[in-house]
């Protein structure tokens, strides 16, 4: 079942349990892969894992730039149609070529009912509105949409090319434990709960040519170990069992540092917390009120004391480091005295009772942010849900009898698509604060066709401004990943998107 020979299961055993080899290099892991079929999983941690075994179209480099990787280039022919050139000299791990056809299968598969041996891909919805994908020659592969995307290159580093013949002589469920990639590592063995043994692939064509280095992987053999505790992730850093962890925990930040071979790294993430208003119904119909709720929140405070300084501030709805992000939004300051004013404005001299609902996870946060809304005069209560509950309740379709809603939104493509639209325009699915502004929707339905990115980034800053001033929410941050880290790594930096990619990382 498993790719492993013996005598190469009998090596890795003995590499594991002893001193790691200059060539090995290995990650302290949240969690075990789900699956090691990229279109039959919706798990970040199993992408990160698959994403070291197999490449895609189109990748990102670690300040999240998305660039060519299997693909040479691509241009959008209109607003609808997108043309990929197929780099030529890829192979696969089996030493197949591969060719434009398997492009067009393995987009077939994320795309059409049933594909996958009868099921449907759990991915579908990534792909978006790709109606077709069709080989024009041996070199270009089309993609025709329904209906304008234009994230769809910023969605494509999520989806990786799987071999047309492999997948047809295994099946669906053979690719769940077998795999033929075309990424700087191959497979050798995956002993679930415990660890997924990968080796270099020395046919490997070297990787996004705007990604440098360009060639095969670093090291000899990279190791997923599954450690979920935390505590016993970092204690494996510390020891040198490993030389990376993920999820770092803020309160180990200090343990991290102070050892002397081991350091912390940290990246802006991709989700966006913030805390809903009702814009359908009083007090927060009134923009005074949602003014006062922003000015009520030190947002550095909580940062300091809640997040041990492990997030970055907010003023709208995206992370600084995504497209279109608009640097120039005024901050709400903290300012108790002018919200009870704005308050009284409002015809609230005396406060409001509010209630504000949030997740088990989010609880302690919730709570500073809840009493110092009391503080100014929103007194509020919190109610913690179920996660699903709390959707259905807050979802656009809903009753909208609540008052606030203590939640995030990921935006991993770093597109305002991905979270703009669905958070603030009128309607849609994301859109908890019941927010609704012509002006809003009109620059967000003209950067959905606007092809020319420069002006498609300038609509996305003016819908800012407006969303700015209006405050449907409570604009709170964005958190950041923390990792551990050997000193003995080099040529690795940790990506917003939550990814490890080992293909440039050694170990000294």
Same mark, same amino acid.
């Given at each position: 079942?498993?790719?492993?020979?013996?005598? &190469?299961?009998?090596?890795?055993? &003995?590499?594991?349990?002893?001193?790691?080899?200059?060539?090995?290099?290995?990650?302290?892991?949240?969690?075990?892969?789900?699956?090691?079929?990229?279109?039959? +999983?919706?798990?970040?941690?199993?992408?990160?894992?698959?994403?070291?075994?197999?490449?895609?179209?189109?990748?990102?480099?670690?300040?999240?730039?998305?660039?060519?990787?299997?693909?040479?280039?691509?241009?959008?022919?209109?607003?609808?149609?997108?043309?990929?050139?197929?780099?030529?000299?890829? &192979?696969?791990?089996?030493?197949?070529?591969?060719?434009?056809?398997?492009?067009?299968?393995?987009?077939?598969?994320?795309?059409? @009912?049933?594909?996958? @041996?009868?099921?449907?891909?759990?991915?579908?919805?990534?792909?978006?509105?790709?109606?077709?994908?069709?080989?024009? @020659?041996?070199?270009?592969?089309?993609?025709?949409?329904?209906?304008?995307?234009?994230?769809?290159?910023?969605?494509?580093?999520?989806?990786?090319?799987?071999?047309?013949?492999?997948?047809?002589?295994?099946?669906?469920?053979?690719?769940?434990?077998?795999?033929?990639?075309?990424?700087?590592?191959?497979?050798?063995? !995956?002993?679930?709960?415990?660890?997924?043994?990968?080796?270099?692939?020395?046919?490997?064509?070297?990787?996004? $040519?705007?990604?440098?280095?360009?060639?095969?992987?670093?090291?000899?053999?990279?190791?997923?170990?599954?450690?979920?505790?935390?505590?016993?992730?970092?204690?494996?850093?510390?020891?040198?069992?490993?030389?990376?962890?993920?999820?770092?925990?803020?309160?180990?930040?200090?343990?991290?540092?102070?050892?002397?071979?081991?350091?912390?790294?940290?990246?802006?993430? $991709?989700?966006?917390?913030?805390?809903?208003?009702?814009?359908?119904?009083?007090?927060?119909?009134?923009?005074?009120?949602? +003014?006062?709720?922003?000015?009520?929140?030190?947002?550095?405070?909580?940062?300091?004391?809640?997040?041990?300084?492990?997030?970055?501030?907010?003023?709208?709805?995206?992370?600084?480091?995504?497209?279109?992000?608009?640097?120039?939004?005024?901050?709400?300051?903290?300012?108790?005295?002018?919200?009870?004013?704005?308050?009284?404005?409002?015809?609230?001299?005396?406060?409001?009772?509010?209630?504000?609902?949030?997740?088990?996870?989010?609880?302690?946060?919730?709570?500073?942010?809840?009493?110092?809304? &009391?503080?100014?005069?929103?007194?509020?209560?919190?109610?913690?849900?179920?996660?699903? $509950?709390?959707?259905?309740? !807050?979802?656009?379709?809903?009753?909208?009898?609540?008052?606030?809603?203590?939640?995030?939104?990921?935006?991993?493509?770093?597109?305002?698509?991905?979270?703009?639209?669905?958070?603030?325009?009128?309607?849609?699915?994301?859109?908890?604060?019941?927010?609704?502004?012509?002006?809003?929707?009109?620059?967000?339905?003209?950067?959905?066709?606007?092809?020319?990115?420069?002006?498609?980034?300038?609509?996305?800053?003016?819908?800012?401004?407006?969303?700015?001033?209006?405050?449907?929410?409570?604009?709170? !941050?964005?958190?950041?990943?923390?990792?551990?880290?050997?000193?003995?790594?080099?040529? !690795?930096?940790?990506?917003?998107?939550?990814?490890?990619?080992?293909?440039?990382?050694?170990?000294?």
């Amino acid at each position: 079942m498993f790719k492993a020979l013996t005598v &190469t299961a009998f090596i890795v055993t &003995t590499a594991i349990s002893a001193p790691a080899a200059a060539s090995e290099l290995r990650v302290g892991f949240t969690l075990d892969a789900l699956t090691l079929d990229p279109a039959n +999983h919706r798990k970040r941690e199993t992408e990160t894992i698959i994403r070291n075994i197999y490449d895609g179209l189109l990748t990102r480099d670690a300040k999240m730039k998305v660039v060519p990787e299997l693909a040479e280039s691509w241009k959008q022919v209109d607003p609808l149609t997108y043309d990929f050139k197929i780099r030529q000299g890829v &192979t696969f791990h089996d030493g197949s070529p591969m060719t434009a056809d398997d492009i067009v299968f393995t987009f077939e598969r994320l795309t059409k @009912d049933g594909a996958m @041996d009868g099921q449907t891909s759990p991915r579908k919805d990534l792909v978006g509105p790709v109606k077709s994908i069709a080989k024009v @020659d041996d070199r270009t592969v089309r993609f025709t949409l329904s209906e304008p995307w234009p994230i769809l290159p910023a969605m494509l580093p999520f989806q990786e090319v799987v071999s047309k013949a492999f997948t047809e002589k295994v099946g669906t469920q053979g690719l769940a434990t077998q795999t033929n990639g075309t990424g700087p590592f191959k497979l050798v063995e !995956w002993r679930k709960g415990d660890s997924i043994i990968m080796e270099r692939f020395d046919g490997y064509y070297g990787g996004a $040519t705007d990604i440098p280095p360009v060639g095969k992987a670093c090291v000899d053999r990279a190791i997923f170990r599954v450690i979920p505790e935390n505590a016993s992730r970092v204690a494996a850093l510390l020891a040198g069992e490993v030389d990376i962890i993920n999820e770092l925990p803020p309160f180990d930040m200090k343990k991290v540092e102070a050892n002397s071979n081991t350091k912390v790294m940290k990246v802006n993430g $991709t989700r966006t917390f913030f805390v809903a208003l009702n814009n359908a119904k009083k007090p927060f119909d009134d923009p005074r009120v949602r +003014h006062a709720a922003n000015m009520a929140i030190n947002k550095a405070l909580i940062i300091d004391k809640v997040l041990l300084g492990t997030a970055v501030p907010l003023n709208g709805v995206m992370s600084p480091d995504a497209f279109g992000y608009n640097p120039d939004l005024p901050a709400y300051a903290f300012d108790a005295e002018k919200a009870k004013k704005l308050l009284a404005e409002a015809g609230y001299p005396n406060g409001v009772d509010a209630s504000i609902d949030t997740e088990g996870a989010f609880k302690e946060m919730t709570e500073a942010v809840a009493s110092m809304l &009391t503080k100014v005069g929103i007194r509020t209560k919190v109610n913690v849900g179920e996660g699903s $509950t709390l959707r259905a309740k !807050w979802s656009p379709k809903g009753e909208k009898t609540g008052d606030m809603y203590f939640t995030s939104w990921g935006n991993g493509s770093l597109d305002p698509a991905d979270i703009f639209v669905p958070t603030l325009k009128t309607g849609d699915r994301g859109n908890s604060a019941f927010y609704s502004n012509k002006e809003v929707d009109a620059l967000l339905d003209a950067a959905n066709v606007e092809l020319d990115q420069a002006k498609r980034a300038d609509l996305y800053k003016k819908a800012q401004v407006i969303v700015n001033k209006d405050a449907p929410w409570i604009f709170l !941050w964005l958190p950041q990943d923390l990792y551990g880290v050997s000193k003995r790594v080099s040529g !690795w930096e940790p990506s917003a998107d939550s990814k490890i990619n080992l293909h440039d990382a050694c170990v000294k």
